[in-house]
T-cell receptor, first 113, second 114 residues
Framework: AQSVTQLGSHVSVSEGALVLLRCNYS??????LFWYVQYPNQGLQLLLK??????LVKGINGFEAEFKKSETSFHLTKPSAHMSDAAEYFC???????????FGPGTRLSVLP | EPEVTQTPSHQVTQMGQEVILRCVPI?????FYWYRQILGQKVEFLVS????????KSEIFDDQFSVERPDGSNFTLKIRSTKLEDSAMYFC????????????FGPGTRLTVL
């Protein structure tokens, strides 16, 4: 079975600072990996995804993530945090077409002025 | 851009009552899902549906829950006799399957059981 861990339930950064949200997964087969963002009282919005091919993937709002098979990681980064990035971020894994996602516990990102 | 829609946005019900949460997936998608998120917790998988039948379900999805695709567009989640612990945000999602494993999520229905 797949599982996802996200180190740090709450991360605070200053506006303009680097954002690094960690995600590690376990899977016995090559995974599909996703990052979703959830703003307060809203649904889940896809930030980016890795399926196959290039291991560095770029998403919306300046975010990117790198799939590192050897480290079983898919950390999310953004060079410069903006106040509007404050939200909950979820990493998710799936291993086949149509299979359900397994979500990590989430990381709440706070951006300080 | 096509999107998944859910109604109602907020449902308040008394314990023991039946509720039906409705979803309209993206029209050409093949796989449909329900997830729930208890306040402050992670998103949990409930059930997936493909080819007019349940393809997978979690241990949360017990006999109190059922899903249905009554016509070509709607996908419903029924909770037969709600409990306090069913209070959560329920998300519907759909995916195209073969072309992309990306799941598109609806905005959610907040269920409050009193």
């Amino acid at each position: 079975a797949q599982s996802v861990t996200q180190l740090g339930s709450h991360v605070s950064v200053s506006e303009g600072a680097l954002v690094l949200l960690r995600c590690n997964y376990s899977s016995s087969v090559p995974p599909y990996l996703f990052w979703y963002v959830q703003y307060p009282n809203q649904g889940l919005q896809l930030l980016l995804k890795y399926t196959t091919g290039a291991t560095l993937v770029k998403g919306i709002n300046g975010f990117e993530a790198e799939f590192k098979k050897s480290e079983t990681s898919f950390h999310l980064t953004k060079p410069s945090a903006h106040m509007s990035d404050a939200a909950e971020y979820f990493c998710a894994v799936s291993v086949s077409y149509g299979q359900n996602f397994v979500f990590g516990p989430g990381t709440r990102l706070s951006v300080l002025p | 851009e096509p999107e998944v829609t859910q109604t109602p946005s907020h449902q308040v019900t008394q314990m023991g009552q039946e509720v039906i949460l409705r979803c309209v997936p993206i029209s050409n998608h093949l796989y449909f899902y329900w997830y729930r998120q208890i306040l402050g917790q992670k998103v949990e998988f409930l059930v997936s549906f493909y080819n007019n039948e349940i393809s997978e379900k979690s241990e949360i999805f017990d006999d109190q829950f059922s899903v249905e695709r009554p016509d070509g567009s709607n996908f419903t989640l029924k909770i037969r006799s709600t409990k306090l612990e069913d209070s959560a945000m329920y998300f519907c999602a759909s995916s195209g399957g073969r072309i992309s494993n990306e799941q598109f999520f609806g905005p959610g229905t907040r269920l409050t059981v009193l």
